[in-house]
């Protein structure tokens, strides 16, 4: 049974990543985009090096294996770096509810690498029906208009598709470098290399810490994508893991374009059209299709909520921000009931 507990995770993890699209909107005005989110990272890696010191031991927190320092790379330079670099950019251009549904190409663009760079998983038909309902998904909630070429609408949602396509690489790499340090300790890790990465690119197109506006709504954007979206998100998100398994975890991630979307309408007088809300829909319908050939246990298999359950394409994105790479890869067909069962006997705790 769900216990209170389980459900604050879950409610923290989408409202707080979800919160972090209306924030980078509204702290735009006051920082150039890759100093935001270099200076994000900044405080994130502070928050989240002291909460695992604090509640890790020495051991647990070094890395010691190729594998780790693969992972550590991967998360990152790519599945936090120029994943939320590229976010932030192309936010610039977009709304904040097209910026999460377009991010949440992620999942989808997943099994594309994956066929690439991992020799047991491989994209099927169906999941290629999938992969173009969602790619349609996209194009109806851009909703692209020919007089907006040149005029930096399809710029921002080309970053953010690219974007996207970082943060799906990144999982599979992260997947493919087979760590042995917990997700939360490579993610702490990883912080640092991606802040050193976003000050690069930072420095490296003219950007200056002069042109920062440090007025209080500035401090509020960059505490809450930082802190709450960024740390204390982790926290929830790498918990829910620990209850549910990575893949209902993950569940909490259809819930942020929602969030997104309502806050954009709600602080930044954003609208909502009814194209959007079914491109959102077809990019739902993505998703199930992907997932559903993956769960096998009669009786469940057809329903929609057993086709999520066990979806392997149910990846976050970045956000975003930290991504569970490999530790819940079945890679022993009979410990497939894991997907379920978390507690399961040959089921190996999630971090």
Known sequence: MTDRRTIAAFLATALLFGGTFVAAKG???????????AFRFDVAAVALAAFVVLTRSREDLIPRTRGDIGGIVATGLFAIGLTNALLFVGQQYVTSGV??????????????FAALLLADDRLSARGAVGMVLGLAGVVLVANPDPAAFGAGGFVGEGIMVVSAVSGALGSVLIRRADADLSSTVRTAWGLPLAALVTHGLSLAVGESPAAVSWTPQAVLALGYVALFAGALAYIAYFGLIDEVGAIRANLAFYVVPLVATLGGWALLGETVSPLSAVGFLVVFAGFAVIGSESFARPGLRDTLPGRLLASESLRSIDDAYA????????????????????????CHADD
Request: hydrophobic share 40%; aromatic share 6%.
């Open 323 to 346: 991504t569970d790479g490999g530790t819940d890869a079945v890679a022993d067909p009979a410990r497939s009931d894991c997907r379920i069962d978390g507690d399961g006997s040959g």
């Open 99 to 112: 910026g999460a549904i377009i991010a949440s190409l992620n999942p989808i663009l997943t099994p594309v």
């Open 27 to 37: 702290g735009l005005e006051y920082f150039p985009p890759l100093l935001f989110v």
